[in-house]
């Protein structure tokens, strides 16, 4: 079945240092994966996304890594700052769930510590 | 401030009652979206609209749900005959067509529903 999961619920870390969520799919016909940052009382915000033909893409502090022959996802965040705090979200797209649906994880919870 | 707008931002209503919610995209794009959240895990897909068009729609949307967008522009969620397991986040997020793939969508604060 269709299930988009996360390794650790929580996660934390020293500020400064670099921060790895994780995230596991199970839908092989996954093509599109999005990371979103949702902090309390706000709606989900895009950090980066990936399509199902590269393995690895930047951003701004962040980088997200795809091995497909695991279905695993992860992000990347360098030098973590205390503005960080919130809960990542893996997303997946897939053209046979439907074109524009988003199949998200449960989240994982980062924490800075000073 | 992702551009996509929602009213109200917090709701509380008796089991029973309907409850109306709006969602106002971001003005260029054509496709909106509707999900629910609960405490502690990540949005669920209710539906989705492109232009006024409503082309999917998720188990989880129940006759007790319509939501509609009938000039393309806002959309309106309305929950009939509320219960307590409507408790959640209610998040309308919204992106621009391009082709037939997947665009990014960008979210709105949602409103929060609290049925007593």
């Known amino acids: 079945g269709e299930s988009v999961g996360l390794h650790l619920p929580t996660l934390s870390v020293q500020e400064g240092d670099n921060s790895i969520i994780n995230c596991a799919y199970s839908?092989?016909?996954?093509?599109?994966f999005i990371w979103y940052k949702q902090e309390s009382g706000k709606g989900p915000q895009f950090i980066i996304d990936i399509r199902s033909n590269m393995d690895k893409r930047q951003g701004q502090r962040v980088t997200v890594l795809l091995n497909k022959t695991v279905k695993h996802l992860s992000l990347q965040i360098a030098a973590t700052q205390p503005g960080d705090s919130a809960v990542y979200f893996c997303a997946e797209n897939s053209r046979i769930q439907g074109a524009q649906k988003l199949v998200f994880g449960q989240g994982t919870r980062l924490t800075i510590n000073p | 401030d992702t551009g996509v707008s929602q009213d109200p931002r917090h709701k509380i209503t008796k089991r029973g009652q309907n409850v109306t919610f709006r969602c106002d995209p971001i003005?260029?794009?054509?496709?909106l979206y509707w999900y629910r959240q609960t405490l502690g895990q990540g949005p669920e897909f209710l539906t989705y609209?492109?232009?006024?068009?409503?082309?999917?729609k998720s188990r989880l949307l129940s006759d007790r749900f319509s939501a509609e967008r009938p000039k393309g522009s806002f959309s309106t969620l309305e929950i009939q005959r509320t219960e307590q397991g409507d408790s959640a986040m209610y998040l309308c997020?919204?992106?621009?067509?391009?082709?037939?793939?997947?665009?990014?969508?960008?979210f709105g604060p949602g409103t929060r529903l609290t049925v007593l």
């Open positions: 003005s260029e794009h054509n496709r």
């Open positions: 609209f492109q232009n006024e068009a409503q082309l999917e």
């Open positions: 997020a919204s992106s621009p067509r391009r082709g037939q793939g997947f665009s990014e969508q960008f």
């Open positions: 839908n092989s016909a996954s093509d599109y």
